[in-house]
């Protein structure tokens, strides 16, 4: 998975499948919008299709929303998902951004981006069920920026995010420890 910039100036989610040698390719897909859609993580899940997460912006306005698609292994849409989902906020100037995504159960899947305000990021973590309907939305931030990068699933089924968080000058890593259902 990766984001090709067209000639337009727009960008698209290219998927190129690769033999075992990692030559040549054996497949290959385009996923489109109206705005830019940059593609961040890929991740096959138990059922054999590809789940993609990444951003997707409003080429009206500017502002950029969680982009989760489901493939088939394929590279067809189905038996993926009819239409990609989009997760956004009512504020007119706030973003998101989805970095990465995991399975947390055959019936839910974990997202962790960045929630974006004029000055101010946070963390954010959605779940949503196995059909990408949100379930929940949970923000972590302070003051300055905390960017929610990767996450990982524990073996009692809790997450850990991976990120950034700086004030001011400073800027280090954030490591935030929840159980499944994201709390601290």
Not at 110 to 118: F, H, L, S, V
Not at 144 to 155: A, N, R
Request: with cysteine; hydrophobic share 35%; glycine share 14%.
């Amino acid at each position: 998975c990766g984001t090709e910039v067209l000639l337009n100036g727009n960008s698209e989610i290219s998927i190129i499948q690769v033999d075992k040698s990692g030559l040549g390719g054996i497949n290959q897909d385009y996923l489109k919008a109206s705005g830019n859609l940059i593609g961040n993580s890929l991740l096959e899940v138990s059922d054999g299709n590809i789940l993609i997460c990444g951003t997707v912006e409003n080429p009206q306005t500017g502002i950029t929303d969680i982009y989760l698609n489901k493939l088939s292994a394929s590279l067809g849409t189905v038996p993926g998902w009819e239409n990609p989902k989009r997760f956004t906020v009512t504020e007119d100037v706030v973003s998101l951004s989805g970095n990465s995504v995991r399975m947390v159960s055959d019936n839910s899947y974990a997202i962790i981006g960045t929630r974006t305000e004029t000055g101010n990021d946070d963390i954010i973590l959605l779940h949503s069920d196995a059909a990408g309907n949100e379930v929940s939305r949970i923000v972590f931030g302070d003051e300055g920026f905390q960017q929610g990068l990767s996450l990982e699933v524990t073996g009692d089924g809790g997450l850990i995010l991976v990120g950034n968080n700086g004030s001011e000058d400073n800027s280090m890593m954030a490591l935030v420890r929840t159980d499944a259902a994201g709390k601290l």
